[in-house]
């Protein structure tokens, strides 16, 4: 089989173009789908970007949120650690003169 342009047919050179223009026409189309793809790709990429952003922030506020908190249960146990004895001997000294008073 001879290959070389000049001994090929009229037909079998229009049949050559032809492949080679469908050729062309698909690398186009593929270019363009890729282009596409990448677009939505980066699009998809802002949005986790953007999303990872907010979780972040929405992290630190929820740590810090968690901080206050320790801190005021901390300070809630060392208010119960000093109300529960004034309790008690508030509920003592009533009941003590009461049996003291009935008993004596």
Known sequence: ???SWEKQSDPQAE???ALLEEIRDNQRLQI???T?????LREQFEQ???QFDRNQRLQTR???LQSQSA???AGSLNVV???IPIIVMLLAYPTWLIFRRFFT
């Open 32 to 34: 363009e789908r890729q």
């Open 71 to 73: 801190r005021l249960v």
């Open 48 to 50: 986790v970007e953007k």
């Open 15 to 17: 049949r050559f173009l």
């Open 1 to 3: 089989m001879d290959t």
């Open 62 to 64: 929820a740590e810090e």
């Open 81 to 83: 650690k000093i109300a």
């Open 36 to 40: 596409e793809v990448l677009t939505l």
